[in-house]
C-alpha cells in the first residue's frame, strides 16, 4: 500500500477561493521537504506523529516550531520554509495549497500568521470536522470541480471557526468600499491597456495608498492581482474556445503576444500553447 497520495486540481477559475493541489502522506523517519517557497497558502494537518517546522517570520528571521498531531501548519506565499518528520514518531498529514481573495481574511481570523503559523484548535469536533472536509477532498479528487470548491469552503469555515480570535478587529469600512471598487473595476476592464495608476483613479487615490489599503485587504498588490486575474481568464479561453493564443493575448489585456506569453510562462511554467494541450476540453 502507497504512504502517500497526491493531486493537481483540474480547474483554476476560481477567484475567491481557488484549489491549487492537495494529498496525504504517512513519512518516513527524518523525511524533510525545503528550503523551498510557495506560490499559494498551503496547509498541513497532522493526523498522528510529530515533526519540525523551520520557517521565515515576517522580519526574514528562520524559527523552529516543534508540531504535533492535532495541530497543523500555514506555509504563506513566497515564505521559504522547511519541514521534518520525527526521527521515532513520524508524522503523518494532509495537506491543502490553496489561495484567493477570500483567504487572508480567513487565515486572520483563525490567528494565523508568519509570525505564528502553527495551527492550534480551540475545538476539537470542529477540528475533527476540519480534517474530515481535507480527506473529503482527497479522496474525491475526480469529483467536479465545483464539489471539490464546496467543500474547499467547508475546510476553511471549520478551520477559522475551531481556532477563531475572539475578537478579530474589523477592517475600515470605507477601505473596504474602495477595494471593492477596485476589484469591480479590474473584473470590467482587465481586457484594457489599464494600469495601476487608472484603478487607483477609479477609488479617488493615490497610488501609494491605494497599493497599501488593497494588499492589506487582498494579500496581493494591485500589479500581482491584475496579473493573476488576466492568468485567470486565459486559461479559461485557453480551456473552452478555439481562439488563437495571438486573439487570447489580446482579449486579456496584452497587444504583445510575445509579452503575454512570457507572463504566462513566468505563472504556470509552461507555454500557452502547450498548457492547452494539456487542458483542453474534449469538444
Known amino acids: 500500500m502507497e504512504n502517500w497520495i497526491f493531486s493537481i486540481f483540474p480547474n483554476e477559475t476560481f477567484v475567491d477561493l481557488g484549489l491549487y493541489q492537495f494529498g496525504w502522506e504517512k513519512c518516513t523517519p527524518s523525511h524533510s521537504f525545503g528550503p523551498a517557497a510557495r506560490n499559494h497558502f498551503l496547509f498541513h494537518y497532522v493526523i498522528s506523529g510529530t ?21 497543523g501548519f500555514m506555509i504563506f506565499p513566497g515564505q521559504v520554509t522547511t519541514y521534518t518528520a520525527d526521527q521515532n514518531l513520524p508524522w503523518e498529514y494532509v495537506w491543502l495549497e490553496f489561495d484567493g481573495l ?3 481574511e480567513a ?11 502553527v495551527y492550534h484548535a480551540k475545538f476539537k469536533d470542529l477540528r475533527e470536522e476540519m480534517m474530515k472536509e481535507m480527506m473529503y ?7 467536479a470541480p465545483f464539489h471539490l470548491i ?13 481556532a477563531a480570535l475572539p475578537n478579530v478587529p474589523k477592517g475600515s469600512k470605507l477601505q473596504d468600499f474602495y477595494v471593492k471598487e477596485a476589484l469591480s473595476f479590474i473584473e470590467q476592464n482587465f481586457q484594457n491597456d489599464i494600469s495601476v495608476e487608472d484603478i487607483a ?10 497599493g497599501k489599503i488593497f494588499k492589506n485587504a487582498v494579500g496581493k498588490s494591485p500589479q500581482e492581482f ?32 510575445l509579452h503575454f506569453s512570457r507572463a504566462f510562462k513566468n505563472i504556470y511554467g509552461i507555454s500557452p500553447r502547450d498548457w492547452r494541450k494539456q487542458n483542453r476540453l474534449s469538444i
Open 51 to 71: 515533526g519540525e517546522l523551520r520557517a521565515d517570520d515576517s522580519k526574514g528571521i528562520t524559527r523552529v516550531y516543534q508540531i504535533k498531531s492535532g495541530q
Open 102 to 104: 477570500r483567504v487572508k
Open 107 to 117: 487565515v486572520e481570523i483563525a490567528g494565523i500568521s508568519m509570525d505564528h503559523p
Open 137 to 143: 477532498i482527497i479522496h474525491n479528487k475526480s469529483a
Open 150 to 162: 464546496g467543500h474547499l469552503y467547508l475546510f476553511m469555515d471549520y478551520m477559522t471557526r475551531s
Open 201 to 210: 483613479s477609479t477609488c479617488g487615490l493615490n497610488r501609494s495608498y491605494f
Open 226 to 257: 491584475l496579473l493573476n486575474y488576466r492568468m485567470i481568464k486565459a486559461c479559461e479561453l485557453l480551456k473552452l474556445t478555439q481562439l488563437s493564443i495571438g486573439d487570447i493575448s489580446s482579449a486579456v489585456g496584452y497587444d504583445n503576444q
